[in-house]
């Protein structure tokens, strides 16, 4: 609980077994926490049976991609509040409580794993990564000078914290199955017209297990193109009803 509002963690997790046993051990001891909810999708190794040993909740979704995973994670959550993080160990689960506080000013606090002083050695955030995404985040920024003037230097940072009101805001307006999820929540946020911070984090390097994103310049390169994609879409285009919005039978709150 916080400030009487109940908290869901998500991680979304994609053939994570040698870390999320840790991830979620370590995150249990947040106080704040009264759920953590772990996406299995679909993992071909002990994900799922390690996550739930460790005390979290797993849920299923069959629908490949990061984006989907936490569409899915932020569905089945309980709780008033919800905080996305990943399975791999690069987040500390002592932030919680940082994002949680901001979260009494905003709509939705973003944290930034590009404040170059909390970055720890041997963490995958070198030269080339952070100032791409400090340049993509102040591409999102100057599209949105007016009316929101938002300030970001990161646009593919998992942890961040939002309440579900907002949620329930913005998840008819996105679409994104893979890691472009990121930046178009982002995005949706805006256009919805909720109030998004940003706040430094801690990050760490992987804890183990493979990179699904960003291991190769190749990998950064594609994710960065359909990152600005997507933000460029989102803003010019408009937000569309997606694959995701139209498969899903539940109901969409719009904003
Ligand atoms: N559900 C699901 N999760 C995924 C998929 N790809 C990645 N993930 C998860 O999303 C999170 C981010 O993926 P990572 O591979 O860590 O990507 P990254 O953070 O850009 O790269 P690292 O430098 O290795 O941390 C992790 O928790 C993954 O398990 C996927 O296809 N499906
Ligand atoms: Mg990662």
Known sequence: MYRDRTVSLVIPAYNEEATIGAVVEEF??????DEIVVVDNNCKDRTAEIARAAGARVVQESKPGY?????????????????????????????VEKLLVYLDDSDMVMGTRTTRQMVEQGANMRFFLRWGNV???????????????????????TYR???????DAIRGLVRETGPAFSPEMM???????????????????????ESKHSDTFGRQA????????????????GPRPGRNAAADPRPAIGP
Request: proline share 4%; net charge positive.
């Open 67 to 95: 984006g989907s995973a936490l569409l899915r994670g932020m569905t089945d959550a309980k709780g008033d509040l919800l905080v996305l993080t990943e399975a791999d160990g690069s987040f500390a689960a002592r932030d």
């Open 135 to 157: 340049f993509m985040a102040k591409y999102l920024q100057l599209l949105w000078l007016r009316p929101a003037e938002p300030r970001f230097t990161d646009v593919g940072c």
């Open 187 to 209: 995005c949706a946020a805006l256009i919805a017209k909720r109030r998004v911070v940003e706040i430094p984090i801690t990050y760490r390097r992987r804890a183990g297990g």
């Open 28 to 33: 249990r001891s947040v106080p704040q926490l």
């Open 161 to 167: 914290a939002l309440t579900r009101r907002t949620f």
């Open 222 to 237: 594609r994710t960065a193109w359909k990152m600005f994609r997507t933000i460029s879409r989102m803003r010019f285009c």
